[in-house]
């Protein structure tokens, strides 16, 4: 493993050596640069594709699963796919942190395709945090595809996190809720300079009592520019909730554009989003209290994408 | 004027007779059947093209105008193109119904379009009512276009109902503000069995501190499908808001795609949608005051479309 995996390492998934009890695969430029199984989770190769298969046995309790991904140099276009077959009523963490170091002029790219099955109650945490580092003029680009397949009663919560050095993502999210299945998504995404960010996410509501509830929050600053489409479908009884804040700083822009498609008198579906800068009265507030205006301004993007 | 016309107008314009100071134009199966003009508002016919020109002086204060349109027939596809040059500082209420009755196998169409040119500090009140009647299986379509330039500090305010009848409706709307310019949209829409209705707002907010305000409340009832789209583009200081809130009855559908565009560090921009159906403590409420479960409905959808 190098120098420069383990930095993005420990920024993606707070990686500090390999954990005792944790399953875990880290990718290294398209490489498997460690692997662990548990007496519960199984991580296999695929035979067909790049990518790993992440098997968790019914019943699995509080164990966690460490899957991140690193590109470490320029012209490196890796693709992967990743399959997470949770049984029922497990209950499971998975950390699949993305860090991409740009060195050169070429292009420091990477692709994952996660694809989660949950069965019959089960339960995950699934953790995403995506950086982008190095000096090199060639672009880091993270485009995330995350399908869902959630069984009755599963639950799934999702916390992605793009906090700075991507210049360009799409984020794609499919989502698929059987009866009583619940769905959580927390987004947080920070640009600046002239990076873009694309997020879409589509969610079929399709068995009775099945819930999701999607937060978007993000913060554009310089030139950069987000996008955030999301399209919740309540086909049965049904509850959706979406919400998507911006804070826009300098020349930033951002587009939020949630779309609620209620098929079913029984579908109750809610969607919210306020875009502007912040509030001169909350800048002064922290400035009055000894903080210069750029430190209020830091504090307060701090806490609107914690 | 026929029959037909005059209770169509009944229920479009609240029209009684003639007006004493108002300027009207009824139109009439694509006909004018009645035109007055009055000392600051002169209506004229277009020449190139079926429609005629308002022309609101500057100045003219708490005048009315009446430009009803009905089609009493079917197979009667009626276009009309109506333009409003509204003066400096005129402030007049706009009355622009629209009234279609089928009778027969053909389709009964009316399709307006309405063009607002308003001066600097002009104000207008636009009252604009459908209505489909008739017993005909021939539908009834009204697709109406409004588009408007409002220059510095002029007032929009629009109101637009469509209670009953309209088999299929496709609503265009397109505003151009510029510097303390004000819009201001209510828009109430009740379908039913396999009716249809879309509507399109777009709305560019291009002057420093002017403001738009669109709120769009309907219910779907039967089969019928509503779908709500808008785009509110901030590229200035300005503010934005949009809600459109729904109720779902029987086997209804809605769908709501609100959009905001935040192209400036000083648009602020807030959107709301919530689609569902009336809870039912409310209808359990007003049954214990004697109320039918139908007639507890009936007065809930009521108050939400008032």
């Not at 390492?9 to 954990?19: I, K």
């Not at 990477?110 to 953790?127: C, S, T």
């Not at 485009?143 to 999702?158: H, I, K, R």
């Not at 822009?253 to 609620?260: Q, R």
Request: glycine content about 12%; charged content about 25%.
């Amino acid at each position: 493993m190098n120098r420069i995996t383990e930095k993005l390492l420990a920024a993606v998934s707070n990686w500090t050596g390999v954990p005792r009890n944790a399953a875990y695969n880290i990718r290294e430029d398209g490489q498997c640069a460690g692997r662990q199984s548990t007496a519960h989770i199984r991580i296999t190769s695929k035979t067909d594709k790049p990518g790993i298969d992440i098997t968790v046995a019914p019943g699995t309790r509080g164990e966690q699963v460490y899957i991140p991904a690193c590109v470490t140099h320029s012209a490196e276009n890796d693709l992967v796919y990743n399959d997470f077959y949770i049984g029922e009523d497990a209950d499971v963490t998975i950390v699949a942190g993305c860090g991409v170091h740009s060195d050169g002029e070429g292009e420091a790219r990477h692709n994952g395709v996660h694809r989660f099955f949950l069965k019959k109650g089960a339960r995950v945490r699934y953790l995403e945090k995506h950086i982008g580092t190095g000096g090199g003029t060639g672009a880091r680009v993270i485009d995330p595809v995350t399908e869902v397949e959630q069984a009755e009663g599963s639950t799934m919560e999702m916390e992605t996190t793009q906090i700075g050095g991507v210049d360009s993502t799409r984020r794609t999210m499919k989502a698929v809720l059987a009866a009583g299945a619940k769905l959580r998504v927390r987004e947080r995404i920070l640009t600046d300079g002239e990076q873009r960010a694309e997020t879409d996410f589509v969610v079929e509501l399709n068995g009775n009592d099945c819930g999701c509830d999607l937060i978007s929050r993000s913060v554009a600053k310089g030139q950069s520019h987000q996008a955030f489409r999301s399209l919740i479908r309540g086909n049965c009884r049904c509850t959706g909730h979406s919400e998507c804040d911006a804070i826009i700083i300098g020349n930033g822009t951002v587009n939020a554009a949630p779309e609620l498609g209620a098929n079913h008198a029984d579908a109750a579906l809610i969607h919210e989003a306020a875009i502007g800068k912040i509030a001169g009265e909350q800048i002064l507030k922290l400035c009055t209290l000894g903080l210069t205006e750029e430190e209020a301004e830091a504090k307060i993007v701090e806490g609107f994408l914690r």
